[in-house]
């Protein structure tokens, strides 16, 4: 049974350019999450997807955007990076729960240096 | 507001039990969880609890749940050094799309 899976695993990038990271859910998942994690931080949430739409979206620019697809895999793009971009990006999936909530199950992320 | 406390820093020695705390401030959060990272890795969840609930042990671990006073905590029975890394708290709401709320982590050192 594979579990959450992120590509690529390291990335560099400059100033201004675009990025496209990654996420495959667990089997049988169809809700992802995407967080993100600054060295030393705790993980801050970017925005979920469900059923190809955005649900839930934290407090980050429009500069981040996503996309699932009918496979329930996902997209994270981030235009225009800055310097502050740089962390590690967390792709976490779950079962939408018609009762109970589900726990995220997560990758192993996505390091993304800016240079 | 949403926010989760935890300390920063735990050193315990092999065989020892250790106690990780965590204070959150969203009264309405239904679960909460407690995730592991090791150095490189994702985030790997240990156990969660129910706010209803004050208890719950999984092998060696316990997580003790204070509703009233919104803490929460994390033993670790017998700690083995595979246990060193960073345990983050982590609280959801009541909502069908819920995002983590996570603390800082804390960095838990066992020494042989």
């Known amino acids: 049974d594979a579990g959450v899976t992120q590509s690529p695993t390291h990335l560099i990038k400059t100033r201004g350019q675009q990025v496209t990271l990654r996420c495959s859910p667990k089997s049988g998942h169809d809700t992802v999450s995407w967080y993100q994690q600054a060295l030393g931080q705790g993980p801050q949430f970017i925005f979920q997807y469900y059923e190809e739409e955005e649900r839930q979206r934290g407090n980050f620019p429009d500069r981040f955007s996503g996309h699932q697809f009918p496979n329930y895999s996902s997209e994270l793009n981030v235009n225009a990076l800055l310097l502050g971009d740089s962390a590690l990006y967390l792709c976490a999936s779950s079962l939408k729960g018609d009762r109970d909530i589900q726990p995220q199950h997560f990758g192993d992320g996505t390091r993304l240096s800016i240079l | 507001g949403e926010d989760v406390e935890q300390s920063l820093f735990l050193s315990v020695r092999e065989g020892d039990s250790s106690v990780i705390n965590c204070t959150y401030t969203?009264?309405?959060?239904?679960?909460l969880y407690w995730y592991k990272q090791e150095p490189g890795a994702g985030l790997q969840l240990l156990t969660y609890i129910f706010s209803n609930m004050d208890m719950k042990q999984d092998q060696r671990l316990t997580v003790l749940l204070n509703k009233k006073d919104k803490h929460l905590s994390l033993r670790i029975a017998d700690t083995q050094t595979g246990d060193s890394a960073i345990y983050f708290c982590?609280?959801?709401?009541?909502?069908?799309?819920?995002?983590?709320?996570f603390g800082t982590g804390t960095r838990l050192l066992v020494s042989p």
């Open positions: 982590a609280e959801t709401g009541d909502t069908g799309f819920q995002k983590l709320v």
């Open positions: 969203d009264s309405s959060s239904t679960y």
